[in-house]
């Protein structure tokens, strides 16, 4: 009843995934034993970024979330850094909180795709919550317009990891542009704010290829099963 030929290419999927986070892991620990020339804190390089772009009401706050617990909040327009990143120097510091301003960047630009990920947020949540259900109740009571429905309630959570990645991929770029722009980073460290953002993204790219080959696996089963 579960077992489907994707399910071996989920399985890579799967490995890549655990490889892009053990990558983000690496490289976020080899980067911050490397203190960045201009000597400041991850705290500090936001707040200037958020000030330069006219964002002085956005906020930068400590996470208490534990490490790599780094976001912004569109809600509270506020930066939350871990705390390794809030009060460290290093390359990976600045290079995850600036990439966290990024986002912050995007919600005051209005980035379309960031607007289209919120927008799709609430059917995602829905999607991710309720699919599974639908799927093991159409599989065990033999209802094919129950698995349908799970499908695409399904389709809206791989649709917001999809959107996701063009948004996340943005705010590097922003990242790693702000940073070289403040002079907060030479030429020669550039390299390693770059090798933290793209295992970042790594992570990202996995995750939704995992997704996608899901979705259709389940698309495959419903198919066959009409």
Not at 55 to 78: C, I, Q, R
């Amino acid at each position: 009843m579960f077992f489907h030929p994707m399910d071996f290419l989920i399985i890579i999927a799967l490995g890549l995934a655990m490889w892009a986070q053990s990558k983000v892991q690496g490289n976020f620990r080899q980067w911050a034993s490397v203190q960045a020339a201009s000597r400041m804190t991850g705290a500090q390089a936001a707040r200037y970024i958020l000030d330069q772009e006219g964002l002085s009401h956005v906020k930068v706050e400590f996470s208490k979330n534990g490490t790599l617990s780094d976001h912004y909040d569109p809600s509270a327009k506020t930066v939350r850094l871990s705390d390794q990143v809030y009060q460290g120097t290093s390359i990976s510091s600045l290079a995850v909180a600036a990439h966290e301003v990024g986002h912050a960047i995007q919600d005051s630009t209005n980035y379309s795709m960031l607007v289209l990920r919120h927008r799709l947020f609430p059917l995602a949540n829905i999607g991710s919550q309720f699919a599974p259900f639908l799927f093991l109740g159409g599989f065990l009571l033999g209802l094919t317009n129950l698995i349908g429905i799970g499908i695409a309630l399904f389709a809206g959570a791989v649709l917001f990891q999809v959107v996701t990645l063009p948004v996340e991929f943005d705010a590097s770029r922003r990242a790693k542009n702000k940073l070289l722009e403040f002079g907060m980073i030479n030429n020669n460290e550039e390299k390693g704010i770059g090798k933290v953002l793209n295992a970042a993204a790594l992570t990202y790219v996995a995750s939704t290829l995992m997704a996608v080959l899901q979705l259709i696996k389940f698309i495959m089963i419903f198919r066959n099963r009409r």
